[in-house]
């Protein structure tokens, strides 16, 4: 047994993201797709840990009590680089992907339903297979299982939760970017730095490359992290005066709306922060906190939970990937804001809006900026796709064929 420190293990991730990023840049089929970096570079681990485990009889572990915190740090920078006017100009789109996202959540649980009885098991491992792990991911289907354990007296209902939601985050992040890169080519889409390169292959230099920004620096760096950490304690004190309420809402999104509150109203006092460095720091707490959920990735409980689980997995992928192509796109307008949504969409739809927001983040490096994108898919995965989906299970749960059998 090979136990690393809390420092060890961060080193670990660092070289897993730094092996992803040389994979993604190397392999064309990944580059091409835009793959995230902490995806392959942890799925890689998580394979050589399996072999050492199972044929070396040597097992890793590693320390991540730091996961939450990365995550926390994460969504409060995205608060503190979303500009309300951006928001108000991407209330449509807004509206319109909620509108697809109501009545997507309806029908993967029809799908884990109808797989369910294809293959002949209880009803509520189908919504176990549906937006109780997808969507909800680990927290939600820890709570789902142990209700449906203590009251269905379902065997192995965790093992089986926990599996179906890590893999959901697998493959969130894999369809992702290839959904998106399809959409951009049947319907040529470019983003600005397509539009760049093309202007320099044709020898015209872009107006936009004309000025440089000022770098960065150290103070600039200071103040964006003391800023993302000021949202990750008050953001935490505020959920903590309503984790009784009637209805419960995720820590990380009181660490946004403090990220919100600082960039929109620390203006009018004078604070003014550099959202270039604010969103590498989120970028990296990202990264780090994806790194490591791949890298303890059991295959070995994938292996044992195979089949039916695994089949109605492959079936929820293509559904969800034909849907955001479908429809999650052409709802949006079909240019590429929408193009970049569609990938996100198959990274909560399948995974967590962390897996969204990876995705969001390889094609944008690649192609250029989506702003509103950037708005829409947070707020959306933040709290309202959790609220929306509570009252979908709830109200599946309460119909006699499927919670009362």
């Given at each position: 047994m090979i136990s690393l420190s809390p420092v060890q293990s961060l080193l670990a991730c660092c070289l897993v993201l730094v092996v992803g990023r040389v994979l993604t840049t190397k392999i064309g089929i990944l580059a091409r797709y835009s793959i995230p970096d902490p995806i392959v570079g942890g799925l890689l681990f998580a394979?050589?840990?399996?072999?050492?485990?199972?044929?070396?009889?040597?097992?890793?572990?590693?320390?991540?009590?730091?996961?939450?915190?990365?995550?926390l740090l994460f969504f409060g920078s995205i608060g503190l680089t979303a500009n309300l006017k951006l928001l108000a100009k991407g209330g449509p789109r807004l509206i319109a992907f909620l509108l697809a996202l109501i009545p997507f959540l309806v029908l993967q649980n029809a799908v884990g339903l109808g797989m369910a009885w294809l293959l002949d098991m209880h009803p509520l491992m189908g919504l176990l297979g549906g937006t109780i792990t997808l969507v909800g991911g680990h927290g939600t289907g820890a709570a789902y299982a142990t209700r449906f354990a203590d009251f269905n007296n379902i065997q192995d209902v965790m093992a089986l939760a926990m599996t179906s939601a890590t893999l959901g985050l697998v493959l969130g992040g894999v369809v992702g970017g290839p959904v998106a890169e399809w959409l951009m080519r049947r319907h040529k889409l470019a983003g600005s730095l397509d539009h760049q390169a093309q202007?320099?292959?044709?020898?015209?230099?872009?107006?936009?490359?004309?000025?440089?920004a000022a770098p960065s620096t150290a103070g600039s760096y200071i103040v964006s992290l003391t800023a993302a950490f000021v949202c990750l304690v008050f953001g935490g004190y505020l959920a903590m005066l309503v984790e009784d309420a009637p209805v419960s809402l995720p820590n990380f999104l009181w660490c946004l709306a403090t990220g919100v509150i600082i960039?929109?109203?620390?203006?009018?006092?004078?604070?003014?922060l550099d959202d270039r460095a604010t969103e590498i720091i989120g970028t990296i707490s990202l990264s780090l906190f994806l790194g490591m959920t791949?890298?303890?990735?059991?295959?070995?409980?994938?292996?044992?939970?195979?089949?039916?689980?695994?089949?109605?997995?492959?079936?929820?992928?293509?559904?969800?990937?034909?849907?955001?192509?479908?429809?999650?796109?052409?709802?949006?307008?079909?240019d590429y804001e929408a193009a970049i949504m569609s990938a996100a969409f198959?990274?909560?739809?399948?995974?967590?809006t962390a897996t969204a927001i990876a995705n969001m983040q390889a094609l944008t490096r690649r192609h250029g900026p989506a702003p509103e994108a950037f708005i829409v898919v947070p707020v959306t995965g933040a709290f309202l796709v959790d609220i929306l989906n509570v009252i979908v299970l709830t109200s599946l749960i309460s119909l006699p064929f499927v919670g009362g059998m």
């Amino acid at each position: 047994m090979i136990s690393l420190s809390p420092v060890q293990s961060l080193l670990a991730c660092c070289l897993v993201l730094v092996v992803g990023r040389v994979l993604t840049t190397k392999i064309g089929i990944l580059a091409r797709y835009s793959i995230p970096d902490p995806i392959v570079g942890g799925l890689l681990f998580a394979v050589i840990a399996y072999l050492l485990s199972n044929w070396g009889g040597v097992s890793v572990s590693l320390e991540t009590s730091i996961r939450p915190t990365l995550l926390l740090l994460f969504f409060g920078s995205i608060g503190l680089t979303a500009n309300l006017k951006l928001l108000a100009k991407g209330g449509p789109r807004l509206i319109a992907f909620l509108l697809a996202l109501i009545p997507f959540l309806v029908l993967q649980n029809a799908v884990g339903l109808g797989m369910a009885w294809l293959l002949d098991m209880h009803p509520l491992m189908g919504l176990l297979g549906g937006t109780i792990t997808l969507v909800g991911g680990h927290g939600t289907g820890a709570a789902y299982a142990t209700r449906f354990a203590d009251f269905n007296n379902i065997q192995d209902v965790m093992a089986l939760a926990m599996t179906s939601a890590t893999l959901g985050l697998v493959l969130g992040g894999v369809v992702g970017g290839p959904v998106a890169e399809w959409l951009m080519r049947r319907h040529k889409l470019a983003g600005s730095l397509d539009h760049q390169a093309q202007a320099a292959q044709s020898g015209q230099a872009p107006a936009a490359l004309a000025e440089e920004a000022a770098p960065s620096t150290a103070g600039s760096y200071i103040v964006s992290l003391t800023a993302a950490f000021v949202c990750l304690v008050f953001g935490g004190y505020l959920a903590m005066l309503v984790e009784d309420a009637p209805v419960s809402l995720p820590n990380f999104l009181w660490c946004l709306a403090t990220g919100v509150i600082i960039r929109n109203g620390g203006a009018r006092l004078g604070l003014k922060l550099d959202d270039r460095a604010t969103e590498i720091i989120g970028t990296i707490s990202l990264s780090l906190f994806l790194g490591m959920t791949m890298m303890t990735l059991d295959l070995s409980s994938v292996a044992r939970l195979a089949g039916p689980l695994a089949l109605m997995l492959i079936v929820q992928t293509l559904f969800c990937a034909l849907y955001a192509a479908w429809v999650v796109f052409r709802i949006l307008k079909s240019d590429y804001e929408a193009a970049i949504m569609s990938a996100a969409f198959c990274g909560f739809g399948l995974g967590a809006t962390a897996t969204a927001i990876a995705n969001m983040q390889a094609l944008t490096r690649r192609h250029g900026p989506a702003p509103e994108a950037f708005i829409v898919v947070p707020v959306t995965g933040a709290f309202l796709v959790d609220i929306l989906n509570v009252i979908v299970l709830t109200s599946l749960i309460s119909l006699p064929f499927v919670g009362g059998m």
